[in-house]
RNA sequence: CGGUGAUUAGCGCAGCUUGGUAGCGCACUUGGUUUGGGUCCAAGGGGUCGCAAGUUCGAAUCUUGCAUCACCGACCA
């Protein structure tokens, strides 16, 4: 490519919307270009990437025994009224008419019309397992869009879905794609880390997320020190603290406590350690069907902070979390909400399992301006619930048993997730066992984001001057910059030369045939981030070289023009 | 969904307090100059100042409403 026909597109100065580094990097360098929120273009150089990274993954899913096939975008509603998730997922799911008020989605995923298809395509176990794929783009309306493809509305996700007979066949396709996952960003060349995660609005049973570590990361990451565990900060376990509660020493006695609400202004005004201290949260609670049903009581050491993802899990709790309103407060304790404590609750109350370790702590009296201190469980509360509640901290045991927790900030490029049954039932997708009889299938689902990897990848490397591309993925492997070619025919001969037989060898070359400094050159060059530069100057004609320079290590060195076809076997 | 802020040329911004029909840098065009790290000089082109209504002789500027974009939050107990 010669950069005279190449929309090139560069920026001198970062747009004022970019917040992350690979955002204003990828705007910079002529990537993307915005549409609308969360809406993006890509331009030549981005796409050149993005379809680098697609062919990798498609590469390693067919290694991996998978199908590529290609669905809709749009679906039909009454599929996801089928699954049930019409009603469960959200005003995430973009919902439409088409010309006959038809009701239609854009896909945010495609468990249901895979199920759908599998369900009329396979009719016997002999069939089985199978594992199909695609790569394709997705909607979904996200609350807030942010750092550009990052977190998109619309972007491209490669989804694959598995079907078996039995859980156990499911185990070994899943460990299969987890070590496809593997190879895919070991070829991408980013530091990642697989971690146990939660299974959110898909559902199902174990699932396994691919975090690239990055500091813009929105995912806090929980890992051991001394062992390869790693789980997402939503699944990892805090244990309970080990040895026995101590027993009561202090009288139960009401404090009055004017005007002071939040645990760190309580903790000051009694002068005492925040670690002794309990916070009260007020929820909305569920019945037996999971409907949302009254209100449950959630307390928790002052220091730590509650974990949505655990607490929506108690039966007792609705699912999503909703805080109880202040009328609610009033009603269930009482008082305002800076002064609740489990004391005299006559709600459900659930204990976290570092808040119940504690004896002679601090809480509300569930009487405005007032706290008690020196409260004893068993005491002064009789027998609690005790549950995992929190989120776990750095320097918490691990709950692998060895070493402790340290939290890193990772960005979520893949998931994998072993369904089970839930669409396979809820979509009558069935074949035929050994015995003759009707048998649901089991499922399994395995996502990677295309785009958002191409801004992960960024932001793991780049430096003051640009964007650093992995080999594997660099949208040219080579830029032939040329210094003065209009006044010299010596350096354009040279230039044109060795384009055409770079470009003949298949390799992936730009000839940058502008009539520009060579500083510009070269600024572009750093900033979209070319691994190799292929320099022609007069300076080096005569002895028959050109300058090489590695955009990676920045070195510079000298190599005969005949020896460049070299660098590229 | 709540809070905050922004919206003036392709990009980054000033002008608004104190109303008089718009400016700077970069980019772009033309000519010259320069040529191994974002040259320099000169001359140009480009804006219904987010949209709508109002106040006024007159609105980018004041008022009201709306839209879009962005950031923060959704842990206050």
New binding site residues.
């Given amino acids: 490519m010669r950069t005279s026909q190449y929309l090139l597109s560069?920026?001198?100065?970062?747009?004022?919307?970019a917040?992350v580094i690979s955002h204003q990097l990828m705007l910079r360098a002529g990537l993307v270009r915005?549409l609308?929120?969360?809406l993006y273009t890509w331009l030549p150089t981005g796409l050149r990437v993005l379809k680098k990274v697609e062919n990798i993954v498609r590469e390693e899913m067919q290694r991996a025994g998978a199908n590529e096939i290609l669905m809709p975008m749009v679906q039909p509603a009454d599929l996801w009224q089928e699954s049930g998730r019409w009603d469960d997922y959200g005003p995430e799911l973009l919902r439409l008419n088409d010309r006959h008020k038809r009701p239609f989605v854009l896909g945010p995923t495609h468990e249901e019309v895979v199920t759908k298809l599998v369900a009329n395509e396979l009719s016997s176990y002999k069939q089985l397992p199978l594992n199909v794929f695609q790569i394709q783009t997705k909607f979904r309306d996200e609350?807030?869009?942010?750092?550009g493809v990052m977190r998109g509305r619309e972007f491209l996700m490669k989804d694959a879905y598995s079907f078996h007979l039995n859980h156990e066949c499911l185990e070994k396709t899943y460990q299969i794609m987890f070590d496809a996952y593997c190879r895919i960003f070991e070829r991408l060349e980013l530091k990642f880390r697989p971690v146990i995660a939660d299974t959110g609005s898909i559902g199902g049973e174990q699932s396994h997320e691919f975090h690239v570590l990055a500091d813009s990361g929105e995912d806090d990451i929980a890992f051991s020190d001394s062992s390869d565990f790693a789980a997402n900060i939503e699944k990892a376990e805090a244990l309970a603290p080990t040895g026995e509660r101590a027993e009561p020493t202090q009288a139960l006695t009401k404090v009055a406590t004017p005007n002071v609400?939040?645990?760190?202004e309580v903790a000051t005004f009694l002068t005492v350690d925040i670690k002794q201290t309990v916070?009260?949260?007020?929820?909305v609670g569920a019945n037996s069907e999971g409907e949302p049903d009254g209100i449950v009581a959630l307390v928790l050491r002052g220091d730590h902070?509650?974990?949505?993802i655990k607490a929506e899990h108690l039966a007792q709790v609705a699912s999503p979390l909703t805080?109880?309103s202040d009328e609610q407060?009033q009603a269930a304790a009482h008082c305002n909400?800076?002064?609740?404590g489990p004391k005299g609750l006559t709600i459900d109350v659930i204990v976290d399992r570092s808040a119940a370790h504690l004896s002679d702590f601090v809480c509300?009296a569930n009487e405005d301006d007032h706290h008690f201190t020196g409260v004893n469980w068993q005491r002064d509360c009789g027998e609690i619930n005790v549950q995992d509640i929190r989120?776990v901290v750095a320097g918490d045991a691990s709950p692998c048993g060895q070493g402790h927790i340290e939290i890193k900030r990772g960005i979520e490029v893949g998931h994998i997730f072993q369904l089970g049954q839930k669409y396979a039932a809820a979509m009558n997708c069935a074949v035929l066992n050994e015995a003759g009889k009707n048998q649901t299938l089991t499922m399994g689902c395995y996502g990677i984001g295309v785009s958002r990897i191409v801004a992960a990848a960024i932001e793991q490397n780049h430096d003051q001057?640009g964007i650093k591309w992995p080999k594997a993925i660099a949208p040219f492997q080579v830029a032939i910059v040329p210094?003065?070619m209009?006044?010299s025919a010596r350096v354009k001969e040279t230039a044109e030369t060795l384009y055409e037989s770079l470009k003949q060898a298949g390799i992936e070359v730009l000839l940058d045939d502008r009539k520009e400094?060579?500083?510009?050159m070269?600024?572009?060059h750093?900033?979209i981030g070319t691994p190799l530069l292929l320099?022609v100057?007069?300076?080096?004609l005569d002895a028959q070289q050109l300058?090489l320079?590695n955009r990676i290590t920045g070195e510079k060195s000298l190599i005969a023009i005949d020896d460049v076809m070299t660098l590229f076997k």
Avoid: C, H
């Fill in positions: 560069t920026l001198k100065e970062t747009p004022a919307t917040e915005n609308a929120s969360g609350i807030r869009p942010r750092f609400k939040s645990i760190v916070k009260t949260l007020l929820v902070q509650l974990n949505e805080f109880a407060i909400a800076g002064s609740i509300g989120n001057y210094m003065n209009a006044k400094r060579p500083g510009v070269f600024a572009d750093e900033l320099i100057g007069e300076r080096n300058e320079k």
